[in-house]
């Protein structure tokens, strides 16, 4: 049996070279090694990050760097949000006090339909919160952007999104709210809101029915002519509320005398109007030689049917006029308006009464119906509405469109509303149609010389009504005795059509702040996402880059001992060379 060989290695003993000292390279590689890893410890300790730059981990800065940017732009975007969340606030509480205003208005609209309260305080109330709707909608503001004074498109940036290299935005979208009481405004049909007599306030002066009388200034002889004698009775007959007839006599202290520019007139209208009775029912006033005549109050039924001095009828059906008293007494249906617009569906009437018509084509007393009404999208003068055959009970009816563009417009001029409705008496005539309403009209109006298209063909005929305009007064003037106005009708105050649209404008404030309370909740909650997202964005940078400071610091302290033992068998080794200088003594 063989015995086994036994391997044994052999060690070659390391030479010694004065040379290279192979340990201490070895120990200075050690130590320059440890020395680099404490200085990478000691700079992520001092600025807390282990990505610093590029060179430290390109992939994890380059992620980093890109959510940083996105960092930035949502914080811009949430200073945004909030600029508009407060914005979005002040105009949702405008909303919410403009329509508590205008319940507050829909309750003085209601009292005012109480006979007996003051309803010039109501108004002048009503006037404040008007005043006070429109100073709300000029606070609130957006970048530019009237939140309650126009209806436009705000868009918010309220995200960004990344999809590859490209970047997408989203948006948060609602709308201004328009309730302004000026121009388009969405309460512009509240703007001029009156409890007041809609009839009185659209005019300065008003002539509805107004009767004038021109009496001669002078006797055929050429001496001054009495109208009245001191002793004779002025008589006064008129129809009341009731519809029963009424005389009412004045006896003379004095003469109605004639002047040089003819003074009965004057002298007539201050005799009639010392009379109490009188003068709570009807106005008088007297123009040199002209007496005018008509009811105080414009929605009163009581009609004026004769005056008489002595024995003489100075008018009133079939009178034949007295010595002093022209023949052709005069009737006006004169609307001189304000400088403020008239309504939407508004409608102004004037009924009068023709017998012939200067053409022959109008042999018996015949009743008309004049009316003039505002409307959209309809030309001056169209005719809206026709109706009647003249008989009793069934007057010639004839309804003319006013464009509401020239007469509704809210910086529309009283001149404007007396020349619209020339125009459209202008058209009627001029259209000369066929048609037997408006033909009949046709052959009983006529046109002054300044109006468009006068004085018309039938201008000056005996028994016309001519209509003229004079800056901001519309005239309707009958000459002659075979035509006379019988009442004249303007837009009254309509307390159910005037709730009706505080109504509309209550749900329109009210919309309007739903419509502004839903947009401030979404910025709100994007505002809020935001905030979140920011965080966790945060969160995601700081696990990519952010250094752990546990770790480093037991590392840092790790590299310290290695350090020291470094330097330790550094110096070691260098050592090792002055050994082999005892091998030589």
Not at 265 to 285: H, I, P, R, Y
Not at 497 to 518: F, P, Y
Request: with cysteine; net charge negative; proline share 2%.
């Amino acid at each position: 049996m063989e015995r086994p060989v036994s391997m044994c290695m052999e060690t070659t003993p390391m030479s010694s070279s004065i040379l290279t000292n192979a340990s201490a390279m070895t120990a200075l590689r050690v130590l320059s090694q440890t020395n680099k890893n404490l200085s990478e410890t000691q700079n992520r300790i001092s600025t807390g990050l282990k990505v610093n730059n590029a060179k430290d981990n390109a992939s994890f800065w380059s992620v980093a760097t890109v959510m940083r940017s996105d960092v930035s732009a949502f914080k811009a975007i949430k200073d945004n949000l909030a600029l508009a969340q407060a914005s979005t606030s002040v105009a949702r509480d405008g909303a919410q006090q403009i329509s508590e205003l205008i319940k507050e208005i829909k309750t003085k609209v209601t009292a005012a339909q109480e006979g007996s309260i003051d309803k010039a305080k109501l108004q002048a109330d009503i006037n404040a919160m008007l005043n006070q709707i429109q100073q709300i909608t000029e606070t609130a503001n957006f970048n530019g952007v009237k939140l309650l004074q126009n209806d436009s498109n705000v868009k918010l940036v309220s995200s960004i999104g990344r999809t590859g290299a490209s970047v997408d935005a989203s948006y948060i979208e609602f709308n201004s709210q328009n309730l302004s009481l000026n121009g388009d405004g969405g309460l512009r049909d509240i703007a001029a809101l009156s409890v007041l007599s809609r009839g009185d306030g659209l005019f300065k002066n008003k002539s509805d029915g107004t009767v004038k009388y021109t009496f001669d200034a002078t006797a055929a002889d050429g001496s001054a002519k009495h109208a009245g004698e001191v002793g004779e009775n002025v008589t006064v007959n008129y129809v009341d509320a009731k519809g029963v007839a009424r005389t009412v006599t004045i006896q003379l202290s004095q003469n109605i005398s004639a002047y040089s520019n003819g003074g009965q007139g004057d002298d007539l209208a201050a005799v009639l109007s010392q009379n109490k009775q009188l003068a709570e029912l009807f106005t008088f006033a007297g123009n040199g030689a002209n007496l005018e005549a008509h009811a105080t109050n414009r929605e009163s039924p009581v009609t004026l049917t004769s005056i008489s001095v002595g024995d003489g009828s100075l008018f009133g059906p079939g009178a034949t006029p007295p010595t002093g008293i022209a023949a052709d007494a005069q009737q006006d249906a004169g609307f001189e308006f304000v400088d403020a617009p008239l309504r939407l569906g508004e409608e102004l009437k004037v009924a009068f009464s023709a017998l012939g018509d200067g053409l022959g084509t109008i042999t018996t007393e015949t009743p008309f119906e004049l009316s003039f009404r505002v409307v959209n999208g309809r030309s001056s003068g169209e005719v809206l509405e026709s109706s009647g055959d003249g008989s009793a009970g069934k007057p010639f009816k004839i309804t003319l469109a006013l464009n509401a563009d020239i007469v509704a417009y809210e910086y529309a001029k009283g001149a404007d509303i007396a020349a619209e409705m020339a125009a459209a008496v202008s058209k009627l005539v001029s259209d000369n149609s066929s048609a037997a309403v408006e033909a009949a009209f046709i052959d009983v109006l006529s046109l002054g010389a300044n109006v468009p298209g006068g004085p018309d063909a039938n201008a000056g005929a005996a028994g016309f009504m001519t209509a003229s305009v004079l800056g901001s007064r519309f005239n309707l003037g009958v000459t002659g005795t075979d035509t006379s106005i019988t009442k004249v009708t303007v837009p009254q105050t309509d307390y159910d059509a005037l709730l009706d649209t505080l109504e509309m404008a209550l749900n329109k404030a009210v919309d309007a702040a739903a419509a502004l309370g839903s947009a401030q909740f979404r910025v709100e909650i994007q505002s809020e996402f935001l905030t979140s997202m920011i965080d966790n964005l945060k969160l995601g940078i700081g696990t990519l880059v952010d250094a752990d400071m546990n770790e480093e610091s037991a590392r840092l302290q790790a590299l310290q001992v290695q350090q020291q033992l470094g330097i330790q068998s550094l110096s070691i080794a260098n050592q090792a060379p002055q050994a082999l200088l005892r091998l030589f003594q």
